[in-house]
């Protein structure tokens, strides 16, 4: 009987083939949407095309056919240009190009349809720090957090603390004055490092110390496009040395069109891990069916699709400080991811109806008078607010363990080690009946600062690989607002869970260059940790219903034989597991179509 970790595994195989089975005859070297264009009989399209280390062939090659040539992206070998639609079927036969890729439009994960409006919980965010378990000293210091998303108006939240301030806005490149004409990158950067300032301290961000480096890559709308966003990532990683830049905040995204490993935005938030900058991502908001208003899986936007990143999905405080209360947001995005079966998100953070800052010029300030809570602060809800939620979080793990080491003495905590203090102290999250929610909601569980500060606090950066690296013992529990509450002591490994012990051991996985999900014959210490924790169900084959809205319309076996997904009931089938059916090549792109960007 195969184990279910293998069984997932065979899963991510068919979903990443899928594309080629389906495209067999047609093009086999184009995203999704790009052969969904060719298709419709479309013009033209802006594409991303990847090549294999020879770039300036294929430019030529495309100014000769009259195409447009936007920009480049040297890191990724890729060329962004404008292209006559009946020209990408000349690609195939280009051994110079690897991939064809939509520039999609890319947008944030936040706004009035996901429940921020008048009306509801009270939005007292001045206990955000409090249902983190933060103290006064915990404030980033001394941490860069890049934003690359609308902007960052400069006012005194952020005092003498935007260090850099850059505009890739439509292949633009180059040093800015700080603003944000749309105003979702200044609520961002408010709850990740704000200080609260100009409401007396209560709307303070996680991490008020931490430096702030703006990247614009969204307009007036919140909306840009993938070239912009892998270019601002790019940016960050050239010139994380000089600016500083230890974390990258990335509140947006666009529909997954192919595998993780063919992604350019992917590939460039992979890079910028490998780098040493931690990536936090948003998982988006399409946790429930719109039309319907039913919870699905499986939508997990990109780049929260890249293995590497820590994919935030969002949790409702309910106005208290307590964590036995929260709930798990029902616009929250659950996995697994398309094509790959990644299990995301990683964690949850609070994202429901928290005020940040903002000012009267922006377009959400004009748009939105239900969301203002006063001229300076806005009120927003999504799985974008999670993120910067988290962005600061990891600020304070960072700074908590640069502290103990005595950086530059001993190196930084790499990303690979901030993702696992984050998940292994995360807290598990229970509906109202006390049933834990699965991996693919909540993934680790919902965020932890204060355990994951004290646990960060424990480890010694200089530790040979292999060998133990905490220098104490610890307590997974962590006590919030008289409420103890265990460690989930879990990580969310790629297409499994592991759990158990892992931490203690200065293992390779922490290492920097490692993707999240690779196997690469590490070893976890025991058997016992390499289980997956079958995420619906627990290895028995249960069949779980439409009453229990696992999937739009229809039913989820996570067991012991295979995984079966019918998306609302028509022609889109995926078996997974060692049976495995695809009878409608669209069917991705059909589920994101009643998926709309609020």
Same mark, same amino acid.
């Given at each position: 009987?195969?184990?279910?970790?293998?069984?997932?595994?065979?899963?991510?195989?068919?979903?990443?083939?899928?594309?080629?089975?389906?495209?067999?005859?047609?093009?086999?070297?184009?995203?999704?949407?790009?052969?969904?264009?060719?298709?419709?009989?479309?013009?033209?399209?802006?594409?991303?095309?990847?090549?294999?280390?020879?770039?300036?062939?294929?430019?030529?090659?495309?100014?000769?056919?009259?195409?447009?040539?936007?920009?480049?992206?040297?890191?990724?070998?890729?060329?962004?240009?404008?292209?006559?639609?009946?020209?990408?079927?000349?690609?195939?036969?280009?051994?110079?190009?690897?991939?064809?890729?939509?520039?999609?439009?890319?947008?944030?994960?936040?706004?009035?349809?996901?429940?921020?409006?008048?009306?509801?919980?009270?939005?007292?965010?001045?206990?955000?720090?409090?249902?983190?378990?933060?103290?006064?000293?915990?404030?980033?210091?001394?941490?860069?957090?890049?934003?690359?998303?609308?902007?960052?108006?400069?006012?005194?939240?952020?005092?003498?603390?935007?260090?850099?301030?850059?505009?890739?806005?439509?292949?633009?490149?180059?040093?800015?004055?700080?603003?944000?004409?749309?105003?979702?990158?200044?609520?961002?950067?408010?709850?990740?490092?704000?200080?609260?300032?100009?409401?007396?301290?209560?709307?303070?961000?996680?991490?008020?110390?931490?430096?702030?480096?703006?990247?614009?890559?969204?307009?007036?709308?919140?909306?840009?496009?993938?070239?912009?966003?892998?270019?601002?990532?790019?940016?960050?990683?050239?010139?994380?040395?000089?600016?500083?830049?230890?974390?990258?905040?990335?509140?947006?995204?666009?529909?997954?069109?192919?595998?993780?490993?063919?992604?350019?935005?992917?590939?460039?938030?992979?890079?910028?891990?490998?780098?040493?900058?931690?990536?936090?991502?948003?998982?988006?908001?399409?946790?429930?069916?719109?039309?319907?208003?039913?919870?699905?899986?499986?939508?997990?936007?990109?780049?929260?699709?890249?293995?590497?990143?820590?994919?935030?999905?969002?949790?409702?405080?309910?106005?208290?400080?307590?964590?036995?209360?929260?709930?798990?947001?029902?616009?929250?995005?659950?996995?697994?991811?398309?094509?790959?079966?990644?299990?995301?998100?990683?964690?949850?953070?609070?994202?429901?109806?928290?005020?940040?800052?903002?000012?009267?010029?922006?377009?959400?300030?004009?748009?939105?008078?239900?969301?203002?809570?006063?001229?300076?602060?806005?009120?927003?809800?999504?799985?974008?607010?999670?993120?910067?939620?988290?962005?600061?979080?990891?600020?304070?793990?960072?700074?908590?363990?640069?502290?103990?080491?005595?950086?530059?003495?001993?190196?930084?905590?790499?990303?690979?080690?901030?993702?696992?203090?984050?998940?292994?102290?995360?807290?598990?999250?229970?509906?109202?009946?006390?049933?834990?929610?699965?991996?693919?909601?909540?993934?680790?569980?919902?965020?932890?600062?204060?355990?994951?500060?004290?646990?960060?606090?424990?480890?010694?950066?200089?530790?040979?690989?292999?060998?133990?690296?905490?220098?104490?013992?610890?307590?997974?529990?962590?006590?919030?607002?008289?409420?103890?509450?265990?460690?989930?002591?879990?990580?969310?490994?790629?297409?499994?869970?592991?759990?158990?012990?892992?931490?203690?051991?200065?293992?390779?996985? !922490? =290492?920097? %260059?490692? &993707?999240? *999900?690779? +196997?690469?014959? /590490? #070893? $976890? @210490?025991?058997?016992?940790?390499?289980?997956?924790?079958?995420?619906?169900? !627990? =290895?028995? %084959?249960? &069949?779980? *219903?439409? +009453?229990?809205? /696992? #999937? $739009? @319309?229809?039913?989820?076996?996570?067991?012991?034989?295979?995984?079966?997904?019918?998306?609302? %009931?028509?022609?889109?089938?995926?078996?997974?597991?060692?049976?495995?059916?695809?009878?409608?090549?669209?069917?991705?792109?059909?589920?994101?179509?009643?998926?709309?960007?609020?």
């Amino acid at each position: 009987m195969p184990t279910p970790r293998t069984l997932l595994t065979a899963a991510a195989i068919v979903l990443a083939s899928a594309s080629t089975v389906l495209a067999e005859g047609q093009l086999t070297k184009a995203d999704m949407s790009v052969r969904k264009a060719v298709a419709s009989g479309a013009t033209s399209l802006r594409v991303i095309v990847r090549t294999a280390g020879c770039t300036a062939t294929v430019q030529q090659a495309l100014k000769a056919h009259g195409d447009t040539v936007i920009g480049e992206q040297k890191p990724l070998n890729a060329v962004t240009a404008v292209v006559h639609v009946k020209h990408i079927e000349e690609f195939e036969a280009n051994p110079c190009v690897i991939g064809v890729s939509d520039d999609a439009v890319i947008a944030t994960h936040a706004g009035p349809k996901t429940g921020g409006g008048a009306g509801g919980t009270a939005p007292v965010v001045s206990l955000l720090r409090e249902t983190l378990g933060l103290t006064a000293g915990a404030t980033g210091a001394g941490v860069g957090i890049g934003i690359i998303d609308s902007g960052i108006i400069a006012n005194t939240d952020f005092e003498g603390r935007i260090t850099g301030f850059y505009n890739f806005l439509n292949g633009a490149s180059g040093y800015a004055m700080a603003g944000d004409s749309y105003g979702h990158g200044t609520h961002v950067a408010g709850l990740a490092g704000g200080s609260g300032a100009k409401s007396s301290g209560q709307y303070a961000g996680v991490a008020p110390g931490a430096r702030l480096i703006g990247m614009v890559a969204l307009d007036s709308n919140g909306q840009g496009r993938t070239s912009d966003v892998i270019n601002a990532i790019n940016f960050a990683v050239a010139n994380k040395a000089q600016l500083g830049i230890d974390i990258i905040n990335l509140s947006l995204g666009h529909p997954i069109y192919e595998p993780a490993a063919t992604d350019p935005l992917v590939q460039a938030v992979e890079r910028a891990v490998a780098a040493g900058i931690v990536v936090v991502a948003s998982a988006g908001n399409f946790g429930v069916n719109a039309a319907t208003g039913q919870p699905g899986y499986g939508g997990i936007s990109s780049p929260g699709n890249a293995p590497s990143a820590i994919t935030v999905g969002a949790f409702d405080m309910n106005g208290t400080a307590a964590r036995s209360d929260d709930e798990v947001a029902p616009y929250s995005s659950r996995g697994p991811t398309w094509y790959d079966g990644f299990a995301k998100p990683d964690v949850l953070a609070p994202g429901h109806r928290l005020v940040s800052d903002t000012a009267r010029t922006t377009t959400l300030y004009k748009n939105y008078t239900s969301l203002r809570v006063t001229s300076d602060y806005l009120l927003l809800s999504g799985s974008s607010m999670a993120t910067a939620v988290t962005s600061g979080v990891a600020a304070l793990v960072i700074q908590a363990n640069r502290a103990v080491n005595g950086y530059p003495a001993r190196p930084s905590i790499t990303p690979n080690a901030v993702k696992a203090v984050i998940e292994f102290t995360a807290v598990r999250m229970k509906n109202a009946q006390g049933v834990a929610f699965d991996e693919l909601i909540q993934g680790a569980g919902g965020i932890n600062a204060a355990g994951a500060i004290s646990l960060a606090s424990l480890i010694n950066t200089a530790a040979p690989v292999g060998s133990p690296w905490l220098t104490g013992g610890f307590n997974p529990v962590t006590t919030i607002a008289g409420e103890p509450l265990p460690w989930a002591q879990s990580l969310v490994w790629g297409d499994s869970m592991v759990w158990g012990d892992t931490i203690a051991i200065n293992w390779p996985a !922490w =290492g920097q %260059g490692l &993707v999240w *999900g690779d +196997d690469d014959g /590490l #070893v $976890w @210490g025991d058997d016992d940790s390499l289980v997956w924790g079958d995420g619906l169900v !627990w =290895g028995d %084959g249960i &069949v779980q *219903g439409m +009453d229990d809205g /696992l #999937v $739009w @319309g229809d039913s989820l076996v996570w067991g012991d034989n295979l995984l079966y997904w019918t998306v609302w %009931g028509d022609a889109s089938t995926f078996i997974w597991g060692n049976l495995y059916t695809v009878t409608n090549e669209t069917s991705n792109s059909d589920v994101w179509a009643t998926l709309t960007f609020p």
